[in-house]
C-alpha cells in the first residue's frame, strides 16, 4: 500500500516559480507528476525512474522533478509559469515490480494540489 500527500500548490504571477511536494509512505520506485485543468484531460507532466527523468514537452526546460529517497519525497521544481499551467497537479507513484515508463499514471495517486497562474 503507498499513500501519496502533494503539497505546495498556491497562486502565482505569469513567469513565477513553484515547488510541489509529494510525500509518499510505503516503498516506491517510479514516481510521475500529471496534471489536469478543467475541462480537460489529465496531462502527463514527467516521471523520475531510477536514474533518468522524462518530460512532457511542454514543459521540458521549465520544470525539473527530483527525490529525496531519504524522506521517500517526490519534488515538481516549476519555474517560468504560465497561465496554460494552470491546474490541479497529482503525483502517481510504482511500487516493486511495477512497470517504470514514461506517461504511465499507477493506481497510488494523491488528491493534488492546485496551480493558479495568473497573466
Known amino acids: 500500500q503507498v499513500n501519496l500527500v502533494e503539497s505546495g500548490g498556491g497562486s502565482v504571477q505569469d513567469g513565477g516559480s513553484l515547488r510541489l511536494s509529494c510525500a509518499a509512505s510505503?516503498?516506491?520506485?517510479?514516481m510521475a507528476w500529471f496534471r489536469q485543468a478543467p475541462g480537460k484531460e489529465r496531462e502527463w507532466v514527467g516521471t523520475?525512474?531510477?536514474?533518468?527523468?522524462n518530460y512532457a514537452d511542454s514543459v521540458k526546460g521549465r520544470f525539473t522533478i527530483s527525490k529525496d529517497n531519504a524522506k521517500n519525497t517526490l519534488y515538481l521544481q516549476m519555474n517560468g509559469l504560465k497561465a496554460e499551467d494552470t491546474a490541479m497537479y497529482y503525483c502517481?507513484?510504482?511500487?516493486?515490480?511495477?512497470?517504470?515508463?514514461?506517461?504511465?499514471?499507477?493506481?497510488?495517486r494523491g488528491q493534488g494540489t492546485q496551480v493558479t497562474v495568473s497573466s
Open positions: 523520475l525512474g531510477a536514474a533518468t527523468a
Open positions: 502517481t507513484a510504482a511500487t516493486l515490480g511495477w512497470e517504470c515508463a514514461p506517461q504511465i499514471e499507477w493506481i497510488y
Open positions: 510505503g516503498s516506491t520506485t517510479c
